[in-house]
């Protein structure tokens, strides 16, 4: 028992050993304390300037010999100071290892926040978000499903989004280009009617609107850096090839 505890405070296998065969005699020397343990003599110096070191064993020389001798047993106080600062110092600096590789490892990532918005009011709703975020819209649309399910607001719409300032650039499949009407700060391109997605997809700031037409209109919204970004880079590549 008392081997395994000096063993969890930071003595070695030697140190127990001349440490315990000190503590049996007032006092020894290192051909002795080798011949009693049987670790081998340059061992036991070896473990003697440890545990001096240590503060728990002391020597005087006589006749050219030293002769060593184990501190009161209050010493080991000491040890258990110094070991434990150890501990503590070794675990913050575990800790702060620990924090940076998890951050090099997994950078943190932007949250995704996702919605669903069904009917005229929900679309309306994202439509003037759309106004007010005052960013560059980019449309992948299929038809004008926008002006023939909103009509008057259609209009309204684009001429908020005019005097606003605000850049759109839209990508239709060729059958829409006679229906398509020229407005400021529009442009428009035209890609093969195989490529019309009846999915139509909006990208403007973070957000990226994927809407599903139909009586009762179905919009997903997604708020991510990252994808909008992936989405708007598929934009481009289209309409640098239109």
């Given at each position: 028992?008392?081997?395994?505890?000096?063993?969890?405070?930071?003595?070695?296998?030697?140190?127990?050993?001349?440490?315990?065969?000190?503590?049996?005699?007032?006092?020894?020397?290192?051909?002795?304390?080798?011949?009693?343990?049987?670790?081998?003599?340059?061992?036991?110096?070896?473990?003697?300037?440890?545990?001096?070191?240590?503060?728990?064993?002391?020597?005087?020389?006589?006749?050219?010999?030293?002769?060593?001798?184990?501190?009161?047993?209050?010493?080991?106080?000491?040890?258990?100071?110094?070991?434990?600062?150890?501990?503590?110092?070794?675990?913050?600096?575990?800790?702060?290892?620990?924090?940076?590789?998890?951050?090099?490892?997994?950078?943190?990532?932007?949250?995704?926040?996702?919605?669903?918005?069904?009917?005229?009011?929900?679309?309306?709703?994202?439509?003037?978000?759309?106004?007010?975020?005052?960013?560059?819209?980019?449309?992948?649309?299929?038809?004008?499903?926008?002006?023939?399910?909103?009509?008057?607001?259609?209009?309204?719409?684009?001429?908020?989004?005019?005097?606003?300032?605000?850049?759109?650039?839209?990508?239709?499949?060729?059958?829409?280009?006679?229906?398509?009407?020229?407005?400021?700060?529009?442009k428009y391109k035209f890609v093969d009617d195989e490529f019309?997605?009846?999915?139509t997809t909006i990208i403007y700031g973070n957000a990226t609107?994927?809407?599903?037409?139909?009586?009762?209109?179905?919009?997903?919204?997604?708020?991510?850096r990252e994808i909008a970004k992936s989405h708007l880079n598929?934009?481009?590549?289209?309409?640098?090839?239109?």
């Amino acid at each position: 028992m008392l081997e395994n505890n000096l063993g969890k405070i930071g003595f070695s296998p030697s140190e127990i050993k001349v440490y315990l065969n000190l503590l049996q005699r007032s006092n020894s020397y290192a051909n002795k304390i080798s011949v009693e343990t049987g670790v081998n003599r340059t061992n036991v110096y070896e473990a003697l300037d440890r545990l001096c070191a240590k503060g728990v064993v002391s020597f005087i020389t006589r006749n050219k010999v030293k002769w060593y001798e184990a501190m009161p047993a209050e010493s080991l106080t000491s040890v258990l100071g110094a070991k434990e600062a150890e501990l503590q110092k070794t675990g913050e600096s575990l800790l702060t290892d620990l924090k940076k590789l998890k951050k090099a490892l997994s950078p943190p990532k932007e949250p995704l926040e996702a919605g669903i918005f069904v009917g005229k009011k929900g679309f309306r709703m994202l439509f003037d978000e759309m106004l007010e975020a005052r960013k560059p819209i980019h449309f992948f649309a299929a038809e004008l499903q926008f002006k023939s399910l909103f009509g008057v607001y259609f209009e309204q719409w684009h001429k908020k989004r005019i005097e606003k300032g605000i850049m759109q650039k839209t990508i239709f499949p060729k059958k829409m280009k006679a229906q398509v009407k020229q407005r400021k700060l529009l442009k428009y391109k035209f890609v093969d009617d195989e490529f019309a997605n009846p999915t139509t997809t909006i990208i403007y700031g973070n957000a990226t609107l994927l809407i599903n037409w139909g009586k009762e209109p179905i919009v997903i919204k997604i708020e991510n850096r990252e994808i909008a970004k992936s989405h708007l880079n598929y934009f481009n590549l289209i309409w640098k090839s239109a």
